[in-house]
């Protein structure tokens, strides 16, 4: 009998990839207002997302807030002005932040892999996955097939997106910047485990 987690995994990153110029935006809005509801409320009754119904505009906004209310002011800071590259790691960052489900795929599947020197991350690695948690995870048996594959198609996007994963499904090992690696160590440290990356390529990133 599959025990349960109470610690329940937060699912609802579907139909949405990394949200790059999006979250750009909402962030110099941020920077600027230092209030998320007032961001919120400016971004939606201006449609500045330039989404096509007002559900729409809403779901995206309140998903690149949720995410963008993970990271510190300082790497806010920094977002704006960092390297594209740079820029889509810590989307990354607080995506693995915002949702704990991703987080563990990234450090138990996709760094796992990339550290064991198996080059390639496969849908059959995400099924894996998937059924192993499971057992702890009874949440995760209420989602249908259907959801389950959008799910796997969503996560592969971002981790696309964000440059870890070629369109062949090939790991890409990332590159954190120094200025980057700083703040993620200022931080939270284990969130470099989100990242196909050796302890030893850390040291000479830094």
């Not at 025990?3 to 999006?22: N, P, Q, W």
């Not at 505009?57 to 800071?77: A, N």
């Not at 020197?117 to 995760?140: A, G, I, Q, V």
């Not at 198609?153 to 499904?169: D, G, K, V």
Request: one cysteine or more; charged letters at 30%.
């Amino acid at each position: 009998m599959a025990k349960k987690c109470d610690d329940k995994y937060r699912m609802s990153f579907t139909v949405i990839g990394l949200l790059h110029a999006e979250s750009l935006f909402v962030a110099e809005k941020y920077l600027i207002l230092k209030d998320w509801n007032s961001v919120g409320d400016l971004v939606v009754a201006n449609n500045l997302l330039q989404a096509r119904t007002l559900s729409t505009l809403k779901r995206i906004c309140r998903e690149v807030v949720s995410r963008l209310k993970t990271l510190s002011l300082g790497e806010l800071e920094f977002l704006i002005d960092a390297s594209h590259q740079d820029q889509a790691y810590l989307l990354w960052i607080a995506v693995c932040r915002r949702y704990r489900f991703v987080a563990d795929f990234a450090t138990e599947v996709l760094r796992e892999r990339y550290i064991s020197l198996k080059s390639d991350l496969t849908h059959e690695d995400f099924d894996s996955f998937f059924n192993r948690k499971s057992e702890w995870h009874l949440e995760l048996d209420e989602i249908t097939p259907a959801t389950r594959n959008k799910l796997r198609q969503i996560l592969f996007r971002m981790l696309r997106e964000a440059n870890l994963l070629t369109t062949n499904n090939i790991i890409h090992a990332a590159m954190l910047s120094p200025r980057l690696l700083e703040l993620i160590c200022q931080g939270r440290r284990r969130d470099v485990m989100c990242f196909p990356v050796f302890e030893s390529e850390l040291k000479g990133m830094s």
